[in-house]
């Protein structure tokens, strides 16, 4: 149960304004990696050009916001329209930013109270409020961004690159534990940890080394029966010619040795934490816990993130092979699967329903009326799921203390 916050509305305007700027040149960056990954161009050379005459846009005219006010939208040689977009990604990212770091200073020392009130173990740690809540705000900033990017993508071209999903599929689970992902998670309490009544862990190494053991084995299952059965699926009710082709094959066998990967690293690192330090340095694990009263609430927000990670890559594959035998097409990309897989680690295994569940209202609201002005729908599912994270992340926490 998370701490009831006292009234704190109080609205640091220095480091809200420095985020709000902040997060405004971030936008124009993240403009600048929508438009080039996918063409696989550098995204630091070269500088800003005019898409239409490759004039170089000059420093004042590049300004977020500042500078397409001041073109009025128009390269200032050939007269050509800059999209209206430009700016309006560079002042929600500002805004964005802005909340974000505001959620972050109001809830120093706030543990329970989402991502923002800093992670369990770290306080635990005795780590200052300052640079634990700092070290979550960095991650859940880089996290915002990157889901800004890959939506913007997705929509833009249908596609995720994998240069962006890849390295978060690994850092995913051992980012997710910098901050507080225990108020969105499915805390399984009395089979494998317990928590007193002064809230200290206390972990019982059997059922822990069975969980951790089981996640493994349930992911190497997973992944064992997940192409055989997504290429069945494809061959008896999908109809000529769009059945199972190398391409799906590919991205299947790829997406699943990625999620494996996910899945084992980072509890090998827990097996490693948890269990076997104690044993090298000689000490009970009793004693352990008196000297390291951080490792366990780790143990137990890695094996959420793991879970969570496992609930993101199973969830939109279900749907997806579910879907495709109703509609008889394919009916969700495995690039969906490859997006929330790593935002589960830090959704948490509820976190993840949360999003697909808001995921689909959002694409309900935008589909409908879509497809009444008769016009095909064809817009891809990530930037609903972006949307369904990112409300999640921010509101789930405040709706979890409302519900019982
Ligand atoms: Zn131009």
Known sequence: MPPRSTARVSIDPIPVAVGGLFGCFVGSFLNVVVHRLPRNESIVHPPSRCYACGTQVRWHDNLPVVGWLILRGRCRHCQAPFSFRYPLIEAACGLATALAVHLAVNQVGGPGYGWWGGSAWLHAARLPDLFLI?????????????????????????????????????????????????????????????????????????????????????????????????RRTFTTCVPQPMRWQEEHHRSYRLGSHWFLATLILPVITLVVVVVLT?????????????????????????????LGGLAGWLVPQAVSLLGTM??????????????????????????????????????????????????????PFGPFLAVGAVLTLVLVPWLQRLLP
């Open 134 to 230: 700092g070290i979550a705000l960095a991650v859940m900033l880089g996290l915002l961004w990157w889901i800004a990017a890959s939506a913007l993508i997705d929509l833009d071209h249908s596609i995720i690159p994998d240069e962006l999903t890849k390295p978060l599929q690994l850092a995913a689970p051992f980012l997710a534990v910098l901050g507080n992902n225990l108020a969105i998670g499915w805390i399984p309490e009395g089979w494998w940890y317990s928590k007193d009544e002064l809230g200290e862990f206390s972990l019982h190494p059997g059922g822990f080394l069975g969980l951790s053991l089981g996640l493994i084995g349930l992911g190497v299952g997973l992944v064992l029966v997940a192409v055989p059965l997504a």
């Open 326 to 379: 109703v509609f008889r097409k394919e009916a969700m990309g495995f690039g969906d699967v490859k997006f929330l897989a790593p935002l589960g680690c830090f959704l948490g295994p509820v976190g993840v329903v949360w999003t697909f569940g808001l995921a689909a209202v959002a694409g309900t609201l935008v589909g409908v009326p879509l497809l009444l002005l008769r016009r095909r729908f064809e817009v």
């Open 278 to 306: 104690p044993a090298l340095h000689g000490l009970s694990a009793a004693e352990f816990r008196r000297l390291l009263p951080s490792t366990y609430p780790l143990g137990i927000q890695l094996c959420l993130a793991i």
